[in-house]
């Protein structure tokens, strides 16, 4: 998987633990500018992937290259070009903002008229500048994390790593956040982003990494993903009253697969499900509740997200497991 152009080359990477292959085979690029989410479920192989790209642990096997730069041989150079976040923002008591910063920024080896200049940049960035004199503990959470963020850009590093920077905040914080990578995106930051919250991540990324005991099941842009996992259609079907439901999934069931995922859901007065039917049997399929005098107010296809990749990408992945 070469790409002259990529930041972020990871070639079979793979770490064993005694008995345990906490990652195995990982192959993917990313070019400058672009948003990598980083998924899966807890023991996917995220942490690991992630130590081994910022120098904390050595790989068993393969290769994971940032800017060209090999990062188990040149460790000094990767911290120099990388910035990274973990999920656990670190804190000190009676520290400043700018305190803060400052303290972090003399750990880099940044120079103390640098510094001041820095902060400056790195608060403005993240949109912090009101925050530069309030002491760190009296932060909210999202007020923290956006901290989070400008420490690692203190030193002015290419890629960017952040683990979970959208964990815990409420919805005005996750649009803030959002804002903020979008907008390193595009001041060409190459970011790599790891989260639970997939409609979110699923905004800002270009493409997706779906990782599950170790092994990446599906890399690609949203798109490609649901293209190469599933090939079936979720339709919604909305009704005028809500005591036809039962009758409705009847007559859906009767026409496409008997073992199809349905979801009749009367509180809603819709009914839900998935299939392989091309687009023309639907047609004939809303003819047929027509006829059955059954009103509905809507048909329509829903297009699949994030969540229906990952649950139908971590499905298979069990189902061949357990063969």
């Known amino acids: 998987?070469?790409?002259?152009?990529?930041?972020?080359?990871?070639?079979n990477l793979t770490k064993v633990y005694g008995d345990l292959t906490a990652l195995q085979d990982l192959s993917l690029t990313l070019d400058r500018g672009q948003i990598l989410?980083?998924?899966?479920?807890?023991g996917a192989g995220k942490t690991t992937a992630i130590k081994i790209l910022v120098g904390l642990t050595r790989p068993t096997s393969g290769s994971a290259r940032i800017a060209g730069c090999d990062c188990v041989r040149q460790p000094k150079t990767i911290k120099r070009l990388v910035g990274y976040m973990p999920d656990v923002f670190g804190s000190y008591d009676n520290m400043r903002v700018w305190e803060y910063l400052d303290f972090f920024g003399a750990a880099f080896g940044i120079s103390r008229s640098k510094r001041v200049q820095r902060i400056d940049e790195v608060l403005e960035t993240t949109g912090?500048?009101?925050?530069?004199?309030?002491?760190?503990?009296?932060?909210?959470?999202?007020?923290?994390?956006?901290?989070?963020?400008?420490?690692?850009?203190?030193?002015d590093p290419s890629v960017l790593i952040l683990d979970e920077p959208a964990n815990g905040l409420d919805p005005e914080a996750r649009i803030e956040m959002?804002?903020?990578l979008l907008r390193l995106a595009e001041l060409g930051k190459t970011l790599l982003v790891t989260s639970h919250i997939l409609p979110e991540l699923?905004?800002?990324?270009?493409?997706?990494?779906?990782?599950?005991q170790g092994r990446l099941e599906a890399f690609g842009t949203l798109a490609e993903i649901?293209?190469?996992?599933?090939?079936?259609?979720?339709?919604?079907?909305l009704l005028a009253e809500s005591t036809r439901v039962d009758q409705a999934a009847e007559v859906i069931r009767a026409h496409i697969e008997p073992d199809a995922e349905l979801a009749p859901s009367p509180s809603e007065a819709v009914v839900r499900f998935r299939t392989t039917r091309p687009e023309r049997e639907l047609g004939t399929?809303?003819?047929?509740?027509?006829?059955?005098?059954?009103?509905?107010t809507q048909f329509r296809e829903v297009q699949s997200d994030l969540e229906d990749a990952f649950l139908s990408v971590t499905r298979k992945s069990h189902d061949r497991d357990s063969q």
Do not use: W
């Open 202 to 212: 699923a905004r800002i990324c270009d493409r997706v990494a779906i990782l599950n």
């Open 128 to 155: 912090s500048t009101y925050m530069r004199d309030r002491f760190v503990e009296s932060l909210s959470h999202g007020m923290k994390q956006r901290i989070g963020i400008a420490r690692t850009l203190l030193h």
């Open 285 to 296: 399929l809303l003819a047929e509740l027509v006829a059955a005098r059954i009103d509905v």
């Open 226 to 237: 649901m293209r190469s996992v599933s090939k079936q259609r979720t339709v919604e079907v």
């Open 1 to 11: 998987m070469q790409n002259d152009s990529a930041v972020l080359v990871v070639n």
């Open 37 to 42: 989410g980083l998924i899966g479920p807890n």
């Open 178 to 180: 959002r804002q903020i």
